[in-house]
């Protein structure tokens, strides 16, 4: 009789903890909640951003709102973000160049995204376009190898800016193929891009959703695309990788990650909810036209993948020697 005392004693507590962390749960979130983005209002980051934000917004019945912290690749929101409480209440769309490049130029902010945040749910990803103004004599990625080749150094690329995905792109480009290319940096993809359609620049890696627009006018003439297989919007496209660069792969991913220590309730919680928003008609459509796609990953499995490209890239900034303008 005792015994059974006891197994019913145990089996009541269980079942009163679990009904509290249920409850527990069920309260998230009682306020609303900030997702921080680290670029301006209107870019790829904070495009991604609203979109989501909205969907998570229907979901909770809280108000989800973006706030913009700009400057130094994202590392400005980062660090607000990591040092936020783990409480579900502070959220980052993370990026590629915030998560996985930006610590390693950036030296002065104390961002290490493996150790200082867990992964919640892809929110888009979108290849690259290999670009070049119709003058330039390149007609394949081959081409441009042997161009370069032939006189190390003096082919110049241009991108918006240091450690973003167009200039990881090029870099990346240069050791896998052995070659030496001259990175000319601007002060966002915008720019880069009216330079190259005016014969300033001859050839640079672009967001799809950025450049698509320009090939198709005749503007621009793209020679390949950064993704593992062709893109549907541009089929006829070979992939770097067939073009004579086995496993080349650079993507512009977006990411939405929260402190790390938050509670895995709230972030299973949000999961589910970001994946079900990110899947309706309305979000899928406007991911579409911005050249993104929907990547399926648990938290667990965004987070390994935050940290292979940790390493992927931190091996290219060191063997390229990428480093941040004085100060930084």
């Given at each position: 009789?005792?015994?059974?005392?006891?197994?019913?004693?145990?089996?009541?507590?269980?079942?009163?903890?679990?009904?509290?962390?249920?409850?527990?749960?069920?309260?998230?979130?009682?306020?609303?909640?900030?997702?921080?983005?680290?670029?301006?209002?209107?870019?790829?980051?904070?495009?991604?951003?609203?979109?989501?934000?909205?969907?998570?917004?229907?979901?909770?019945?809280?108000?989800?709102?973006?706030?913009?912290?700009?400057?130094?690749?994202?590392?400005?929101?980062?660090?607000?973000?990591?040092?936020?409480?783990?409480?579900?209440?502070?959220?980052?769309?993370?990026?590629?160049?915030?998560?996985?490049?930006?610590?390693?130029?950036?030296?002065?902010?104390?961002?290490?995204?493996?150790?200082?945040?867990?992964?919640?749910?892809?929110?888009?990803?979108?290849?690259?376009?290999?670009?070049?103004?119709?003058?330039?004599?390149?007609?394949?990625?081959?081409?441009?190898?042997?161009?370069?080749?032939?006189?190390?150094?003096?082919?110049?690329?241009?991108?918006?800016?240091?450690?973003?995905?167009?200039?990881?792109?090029?870099?990346?480009?240069?050791?896998?193929?052995?070659?030496?290319?001259?990175?000319?940096?601007?002060?966002?993809?915008?720019?880069?891009?009216?330079?190259?359609?005016?014969?300033?620049?001859p050839m640079m890696f672009s967001n799809v959703s950025a450049v698509i627009g320009n090939v198709r006018a005749g503007q621009l003439r793209a020679l390949a695309v950064t993704s593992a297989q062709r893109i549907p919007v541009a089929p006829e496209?070979?992939?770097?990788?067939?073009?004579?660069?086995?496993?080349?792969?650079?993507?512009?991913?977006?990411?939405?990650?929260?402190?790390?220590?938050?509670?895995?309730?709230?972030?299973?919680?949000?999961?589910?909810?970001?994946?079900?928003?990110?899947?309706?008609?309305?979000?899928?459509?406007?991911?579409?036209?911005?050249?993104?796609?929907?990547?399926?990953?648990?938290?667990?499995?965004?987070?390994?993948?935050?940290?292979?490209?940790?390493?992927?890239?931190?091996?290219?900034?060191?063997?390229?020697?990428?480093?941040?303008?004085?100060?930084?």
């Open positions: 009789m005792t015994c059974l005392r006891v197994v019913l004693a145990a089996a009541l507590a269980g079942g009163a903890f679990a009904a509290a962390a249920v409850a527990q749960s069920g309260k998230y979130p009682e306020r609303p909640v900030k997702m921080l983005v680290g670029f301006s209002a209107g870019g790829g980051t904070d495009v991604a951003a609203r979109i989501l934000a909205q969907k998570l917004t229907e979901a909770l019945g809280q108000s989800v709102f973006v706030e913009n912290r700009a400057g130094a690749s994202g590392l400005i929101a980062a660090e607000a973000a990591a040092k936020s409480p783990p409480d579900g209440y502070t959220l980052m769309m993370g990026s590629q160049t915030t998560l996985a490049v930006a610590p390693a130029i950036y030296r002065k902010y104390a961002v290490d995204a493996a150790k200082d945040f867990s992964g919640i749910a892809p929110a888009g990803v979108s290849p690259l376009m290999l670009v070049v103004h119709p003058a330039f004599p390149a007609q394949s990625v081959k081409d441009i190898i042997e161009m370069a080749k032939a006189k190390p150094g003096t082919l110049n690329f241009g991108s918006g800016g240091l450690g973003t995905t167009p200039h990881m792109s090029g870099e990346l480009l240069a050791l896998t193929a052995g070659i030496k290319l001259t990175h000319v940096a601007y002060r966002g993809e915008a720019p880069a891009l009216n330079d190259l359609i005016g014969g300033q620049i496209l070979p992939t770097i990788a067939e073009s004579g660069l086995p496993g080349f792969e650079v993507a512009t991913w977006f990411a939405l990650v929260t402190p790390a220590g938050t509670p895995r309730d709230v972030v299973m919680r949000l999961n589910a909810e970001a994946k079900r928003g990110m899947h309706q008609p309305d979000a899928g459509q406007r991911l579409a036209a911005l050249g993104m796609t929907i990547d399926e990953r648990t938290p667990d499995e965004l987070d390994a993948f935050i940290r292979s490209e940790i390493a992927k890239w931190g091996k290219v900034i060191r063997d390229a020697d990428i480093k941040a303008p004085d100060g930084n």
